[in-house]
């Protein structure tokens, strides 16, 4: 193995956005392309991308792993050090790409110039074609520094800031950097770019995309979503903050709640009409209930305590499997109160149209039903109040929960278009299919919860039990009650 290839394979269990925390038993490079390196900067050697995966667990996800290679100096920015790139030369350092801005610079060239790159191939692997694709009218400022967001992400982020020619701050971006990479469309880009084509105030304005193409080891080349850039809002809160604040001190949420039921119809209402949608044909609904049966089953395994639940469970999805189902559209799904930014003079705009990572990329592309995005949300509505009852040790919030998801609901049911769907549908069909989702939901937390934060794993465990009850009247009431 290389010298970066042994260096990568210890680093790279480190990261948050690896899945699980083994090394690598055979780390192996897929591809890789390189980007230019800056001419005022002499410092820098080599800017490469690798696409890596463990070749011994295939069915694990292959990663994208910018790096730089600098010279050891004093500048050097040791937050992002990997380790002594030996193959590089004397005094030669291994520099995690996201942390250096050398990279961050040349992605936006790449985008802003619409650049391509045919990579070479590299000993052993294939080269990576790389195309950058401004948004058209998308203008590109001058780099001036970049920085990396903190914080529990499943990709990277890398906040740039630029400036006008005469020095003036312009728009800063937010580059994010897919880590796990996929052969077909991210429907972070795909979505986001149609809102944002569309006019949309509800998704930040996009400036653009990395698209590659790669030879799977498994599939032979394929193409996918490297990286996506759109404008960044400083300073601003994301909605489970403001949410939380508004819990725990008593400042009202119900406007703000209904609000964000409007904005939600509202991206609706518009994926419905730039994007596909498709009848619920009764294949489409045994495949929607079959995949809540297995994510279930899946769950049990994890949480063993959910077999006691089985019989409730399956008697909720298996009614959601009776009832009439309204058209079936791409929505955000995955949807909570941390996707959602409060922005000043915009109001709430929704970010990270990714979908669960937990269910495969072909299952996130097709068309869904936005009682999934609902359930999504009135759930997150629900771990305000578990967040703030695991660290008081008893029940708090739960009334709060309760009027939040009913200023929700009557904020979506205001839209024309949400109207229209109740009126074809009829409300208990929508009652019905908001609670099966709202619990698949939550039995998907269970899952999520067991792997990332056993601490609030009672979260979602609580909800099951209270959703498959036979007397949980929660969903139904709450369509009542916003009549
Ligand atoms: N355009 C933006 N403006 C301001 N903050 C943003 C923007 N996009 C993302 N963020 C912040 O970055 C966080 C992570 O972004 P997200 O798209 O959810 O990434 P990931 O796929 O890694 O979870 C968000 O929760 C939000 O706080
Ligand atoms: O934001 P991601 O796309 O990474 O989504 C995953 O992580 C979320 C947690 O950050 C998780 O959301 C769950 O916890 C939230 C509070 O932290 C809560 O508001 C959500 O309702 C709850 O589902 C999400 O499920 C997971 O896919």
Not at 362 to 370: C, G, H, I, K, V
């Amino acid at each position: 193995m290389s010298n970066v290839m042994s260096l990568l394979a210890q680093w790279l269990p480190q990261q948050r956005w690896f899945a699980g925390d083994q090394t690598p038993q055979q780390l192996e490079l897929v591809g890789s392309y390189e980007l230019p390196a800056p001419d005022d900067d002499t410092s820098v050697r080599l800017i490469t991308v690798a696409l890596v995966r463990d070749a011994a667990r295939p069915e694990t996800p292959t990663y994208q792993v910018p790096m730089v290679i600098r010279d050891v100096d004093a500048h050097l920015d040791t937050r992002g050090y990997i380790g002594a790139a030996t193959e590089h030369g004397d005094r030669a350092a291994l520099v995690d790409g996201a942390h250096d801005p050398a990279f961050a610079r040349a992605i936006i060239a790449l985008i802003g110039d619409e650049g391509q790159i045919i990579g070479a191939d590299a000993p052993g692997a294939p080269g990576v074609d790389v195309y950058g694709q401004p948004m058209p009218g998308a203008r590109v400022a001058e780099f001036a520094s970049s920085r990396i967001l903190q914080g529990e992400q499943s990709n990277t982020s890398i906040i740039c800031e630029l400036q006008h020619e005469n020095g003036d701050p312009a728009v800063p971006l937010i580059v994010k950097v897919f880590r796990a990479i996929h052969p077909g469309d991210n429907p972070d880009v795909t979505l986001q770019t149609a809102l944002a084509a569309s006019g949309s105030l509800r998704v930040p304005p996009t400036f653009g995309q990395v698209t590659g193409v790669w030879q799977d080891p498994e599939r032979g080349q394929v193409s996918g979503h490297f990286v996506f850039a759109q404008e960044f809002f400083s300073g601003v809160q994301d909605a489970w903050r403001v949410a939380l604040r508004c819990a725990e001190s008593g400042e009202d949420f119900g406007e703000l709640a209904r609000l964000l039921g409007e904005a939600t119809a509202e991206v609706h209402a518009t994926l419905a009409r730039v994007m596909p949608t498709v009848d619920a044909s009764s294949d489409e609904i045994e495949t929607a209930v079959a995949q809540m049966h297995r994510r279930f089953d899946l769950a049990v395994e994890a949480v063993p305590e959910l077999e006691a639940m089985r019989d409730d469970v399956t008697e909720v999805y298996a009614h959601a499997g009776t009832v009439q189902w309204p058209r079936m559209q791409r929505i955000h799904g995955d949807y909570h109160l941390g996707q959602v930014l409060a922005v000043p003079d915009r109001g709430w705009v929704l970010l990270d149209f990714e979908g669960e990572p937990l269910r495969s990329l072909d299952e996130r592309n097709l068309p869904d039903l936005p009682q999934r995005d609902l359930a999504g949300m009135l759930r997150s509505f629900d771990y305000v109040s578990g967040a703030l009852s695991v660290r008081a040790g008893r029940e708090v919030g739960r009334e709060w929960a309760d009027a939040a998801r009913d200023a929700f609901l009557a904020g979506y049911l205001s839209n024309l278009a949400a109207q229209d769907v109740v009126e074809a549908v009829g409300r208990d069909d929508l009652a019905a299919l908001l609670r099966a989702y709202e619990l698949d939901k939550a039995v998907y937390e269970t899952l999520y919860e067991a792997q990332h934060r056993p601490e609030w794993l009672p979260i979602p465990v609580m909800a099951v039990q209270r959703l498959s009850a036979p007397d949980a009247a929660h969903a139904a009431a709450s369509v009542e009650r916003s009549r």
